[in-house]
């Protein structure tokens, strides 16, 4: 992994390949390595996954954050990097951090995408959901509450054949901070809104959702309709695609940067 200062923090990316610049960005708990499978299979692009802020092997900055901030990371590494005209897919948290970029930053992107991901705020179930999380870090430790998220984020029907997904998965997650895993917790239950992002858009849109997800159901990811809109199920999916159907999800990714162009 290398290193790029990003205001006061540091934030871990790698970089590989030539071409067309894509940008990935990981799920909470997890880190650039839940691409590893599809960053070598985008093979006509250079490939950039970036450890979010409190995820991975990037630093975590003193007091709260929103995903607003996480995306203004994302800008500031653009620029220090000098990318431009790049797209960028975002898995689940990545999501929300890729829509907070094409609001604020759309003239630096091509094109961008949501990958078992959501437009939508948190409910108040959704909230109460995350402050529960906070306090099972709190009174449990880190091991225990990603021994008890992971499972739940594959398709319930596979678990026995995706047990080396699943493993690996848990032990990126046993590496996040859980001050960085609290603080993004905060950060995914204030979100807001952002179906209009989508909407008023003019950049050509790709939505993935798996079709045994039951983290975020494909009507929270395909909560806008529109002719820049692209939508993909993955059947045998639940909320880990880049784990699940690497090899689809990678198709669909490059038929979309391709048609694109």
């Not at 809104?193 to 009507?219: F, Y």
């Not at 002719?227 to 699940?244: F, P, Q």
Request: glycine share 10%; net charge negative.
């Amino acid at each position: 992994m290398d290193t790029q200062r990003v205001g006061m923090n540091e934030l871990a990316y790698k970089d590989h390949g030539e071409g067309q610049a894509v940008i990935l960005l990981h799920g909470f708990c997890g880190n650039s390595e839940y691409w590893e499978r599809v960053m070598p299979l985008l093979d006509e692009c250079r490939v950039i996954t970036v450890d979010l802020r409190g995820h991975g092997e990037s630093g975590i900055p003193e007091g709260g954050f929103s995903i607003e901030d996480m995306a203004a990371d994302i800008n500031y590494f653009m620029d220090q990097k000098q990318l431009k005209d790049v797209y960028m897919f975002g898995h689940s948290l990545g999501g929300y951090v890729a829509l907070s970029f094409a609001e604020q930053f759309p003239e630096k992107l091509k094109g961008f995408g949501l990958i078992h991901s959501t437009p939508l705020p948190d409910d108040e179930n959704g909230k109460d959901k995350r402050t529960e999380s906070i306090k099972k870090i709190d009174s449990r430790g880190m091991e225990a509450f990603i021994d008890e998220l992971v499972p739940k984020l594959f398709n319930q029907d596979r678990l026995e054949d995706k047990s080396e997904e699943i493993d690996k998965a848990k032990q990126i997650g046993y590496d996040t901070s859980p001050a960085g895993a609290k603080e993004t917790l905060k950060a995914m239950r204030s979100r807001g809104d952002r179906r209009n992002v989508i909407q008023d858009s003019r950049l050509p849109i790709l939505l993935v959702a798996g079709a045994k997800d039951q983290i975020i159901p494909q009507e929270k990811t395909f909560a806008v309709e529109g002719e820049h809109i692209r939508t993909v199920v993955l059947d045998n999916s639940g909320h880990m695609g880049l784990y699940e159907e690497p090899e689809k999800l990678s198709l669909e990714m490059k038929s979309f940067i391709s048609d694109n162009k």
